[in-house]
């Protein structure tokens, strides 16, 4: 029987496993199936406390984890597909490859997952010209014409950072307002590569069957229906909380994010939740932390209150 399993391996559950592993209680952390969380895939973080010239996210994971790592914490590569009490003595966690582990404690850290337009030809162009991650893709679009489609600071992002290798980048978002930060608004409108298509739709990917041209854009007040031409198409509108195994078992909002309480507690004692699976409101690799720690420190009050 493990003491803690901390699902997920994003910054929230690295934190709560540095700080269990230190408290001696040797978290074991299921990796999930996107091992290091959104940050593997963000370029610079430039707002986490400590690092004035910022950080690249893989390397704060990748810090993180060695720092658990040293006070004992230990790694699986493998994914939760459903989790099981086992009456008033734990719970059971079932993984993708079979194995089943008996647990006194969860943290559940599963973050959240990009969200796709859910347009039939977006599923045919994904991986050909459709994609989720600048950091990961921009480069295959060397001074090639692009969209990126939100009004959030990722959209920003994911522009701002697709100057580097495309000739043009056009935001396209549903509104006449981005919702994204003054900050990251002003690199935007700075920046002669990039341009805005306000109020429009994405409502089909056009394409040849291997790559993409261009894009369907649905004006949102008239509903006016134009093409623009592109050879690459950026989703950047939001994430969605990876809860759907605690369907049932723990209490979530409508939008699926985990319910907790201000002590990390989910509707489950024994169960604490941390970062973005619990947070649709901050969503920020230190507040992701933040409450890593507190979920922390909460299971292990819990076990120590229960002497086990
Ligand atoms: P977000 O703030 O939720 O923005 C998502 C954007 O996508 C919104 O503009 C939304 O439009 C649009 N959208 C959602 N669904 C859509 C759909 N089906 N079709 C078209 N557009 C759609 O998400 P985010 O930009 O990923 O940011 C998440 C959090 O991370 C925020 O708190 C943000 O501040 C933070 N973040 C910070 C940084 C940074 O500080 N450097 C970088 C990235 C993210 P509406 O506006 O119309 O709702």
Same mark, same amino acid.
């Given at each position: 029987m493990e003491q803690i399993i901390i699902l997920g391996t994003g910054i929230g559950g690295l934190t709560a496993a540095i700080y269990m592993a230190r408290a001696g209680l040797k &978290?074991?952390?299921?990796?999930? &199936?996107e091992e290091g969380g959104q940050l593997v895939y963000t370029k610079e973080v430039e707002n986490f406390p400590g690092f004035p010239e910022g950080i690249l996210g893989p390397s704060l994971i990748l810090n993180a984890r060695k720092q658990a790592e040293k006070f004992g914490a230990r790694f699986k590569v493998d994914i939760a597909t459903a989790v099981e009490q086992l009456g008033d003595k734990g719970f059971i966690i079932s993984l993708a490859e079979g194995e089943k582990i008996k647990t006194k404690t969860i943290i559940v850290a599963t973050g959240a997952s990009a969200k796709w337009l859910g347009i039939t030809s977006e599923k045919r162009y994904k991986g050909r010209g459709v994609t989720t991650c600048a950091t990961c893709d921009g480069? /295959? /679009?060397?001074?090639?014409?692009?969209?990126?489609?939100?009004?959030?600071?990722?959209?920003?992002?994911? $522009?701002? !950072?697709?100057?580097?290798f495309a000739s043009s980048v056009t935001v396209v978002h549903r509104r006449n307002f981005f919702r994204a930060s003054k900050f990251m608004q002003g690199r935007l409108s700075t920046n002669s590569k990039c341009t805005v298509e306000w109020n429009k739709e994405v409502v089909e990917i056009l394409g040849d069957g291997k790559?993409? /041209?261009?894009?369907?854009?649905?004006?949102?007040?008239?509903?006016?229906?134009?093409?623009?031409?592109?050879?690459?198409? /950026?989703? *950047?509108?939001?994430?969605? &909380?990876?809860?759907?195994?605690?369907?049932?078992?723990?209490?979530?909002? *409508? $939008?699926?994010?985990?319910?907790?309480?201000? !002590?990390?507690?989910?509707?489950?004692?024994?169960? !604490? $939740?941390?970062?973005?699976? %619990?947070?649709?409101?901050?969503? %920020? *690799?230190?507040? *992701?932390a933040g409450s890593g720690c507190m979920a922390a420190m909460e299971a292990e009050k819990y076990l120590r209150e229960r002497g086990i």
């Amino acid at each position: 029987m493990e003491q803690i399993i901390i699902l997920g391996t994003g910054i929230g559950g690295l934190t709560a496993a540095i700080y269990m592993a230190r408290a001696g209680l040797k &978290p074991l952390l299921i990796s999930g &199936p996107e091992e290091g969380g959104q940050l593997v895939y963000t370029k610079e973080v430039e707002n986490f406390p400590g690092f004035p010239e910022g950080i690249l996210g893989p390397s704060l994971i990748l810090n993180a984890r060695k720092q658990a790592e040293k006070f004992g914490a230990r790694f699986k590569v493998d994914i939760a597909t459903a989790v099981e009490q086992l009456g008033d003595k734990g719970f059971i966690i079932s993984l993708a490859e079979g194995e089943k582990i008996k647990t006194k404690t969860i943290i559940v850290a599963t973050g959240a997952s990009a969200k796709w337009l859910g347009i039939t030809s977006e599923k045919r162009y994904k991986g050909r010209g459709v994609t989720t991650c600048a950091t990961c893709d921009g480069a /295959f /679009f060397k001074g090639k014409k692009v969209i990126v489609v939100g009004g959030g600071d990722s959209a920003m992002e994911e $522009a701002l !950072f697709l100057t580097r290798f495309a000739s043009s980048v056009t935001v396209v978002h549903r509104r006449n307002f981005f919702r994204a930060s003054k900050f990251m608004q002003g690199r935007l409108s700075t920046n002669s590569k990039c341009t805005v298509e306000w109020n429009k739709e994405v409502v089909e990917i056009l394409g040849d069957g291997k790559k993409i /041209f261009g894009v369907k854009l649905k004006d949102a007040i008239t509903n006016v229906v134009s093409e623009l031409n592109c050879e690459g198409v /950026f989703l *950047a509108i939001g994430h969605n &909380p990876n809860t759907s195994i605690f369907k049932g078992f723990l209490e979530m909002d *409508a $939008a699926g994010y985990l319910k907790t309480d201000r !002590f990390c507690k989910t509707s489950v004692e024994g169960i !604490f $939740a941390a970062g973005d699976v %619990q947070d649709n409101r901050y969503r %920020q *690799a230190i507040t *992701a932390a933040g409450s890593g720690c507190m979920a922390a420190m909460e299971a292990e009050k819990y076990l120590r209150e229960r002497g086990i």
